[in-house]
C-alpha cells in the first residue's frame, strides 16, 4: 500500500508561480497513475491533473489547463504540480492520489490519498 505525503503549499499572490510535491513510500510508484485534486472550503473535492504511470500522457482540468503541469519522477517516487498564473480562485487543500486501475479524472479512481497542502492565493 502506498503512503503519499504533500509538501509545497503556501499563501501566494495572484499571478504567482507554486511547485507541488507529492512523495510516496510503499507499494510499486511506478505501477500508479498519479493524480492531483483540490477542495476549497464548502465545495466538492475536484480534479485538477493527473498523469499516467509511465509519464506518457497527462490530462487537465479545464480550469488550470495551460497554467499547470503535472509530472513525475519514478525513479525518486514523486510527483509534481507545476503552478502558474496563479489566480485567488485556485485557493484550496491540494490533494495527490494514486490509483491501480489507471488514469481517471474523478477521484473514485484513487483508493490512495495524502493528507493535503493548504494553498492560498491572495488578490
Known amino acids: 500500500q502506498v503512503q503519499l505525503v504533500e509538501s509545497g503549499g503556501r ?49 487537465y482540468a479545464d480550469s488550470v489547463q495551460g497554467r499547470f503541469t503535472i509530472s513525475r519522477d519514478n525513479a525518486k517516487n514523486t510527483v509534481s504540480l507545476q503552478m502558474n498564473s496563479l489566480k485567488p480562485e485556485d485557493t484550496a487543500v491540494y490533494y495527490c492520489a494514486a490509483s491501480v486501475t489507471g488514469l481517471g479524472t474523478t477521484s473514485t479512481f484513487y483508493p490512495y490519498w495524502g493528507q493535503g497542502t493548504q494553498v492560498t492565493v491572495s488578490s
Open 11 to 59: 499563501l501566494v499572490r495572484a499571478g504567482g508561480s507554486l511547485r507541488l510535491s507529492c512523495a510516496a513510500s510503499g507499494g510499486t510508484f511506478s505501477s500508479y497513475a498519479m493524480g492531483w485534486f483540490r477542495q476549497a472550503p464548502g465545495t466538492e473535492r475536484e480534479f485538477v491533473a493527473a498523469i499516467r504511470s509511465t509519464g506518457s500522457r497527462t490530462y
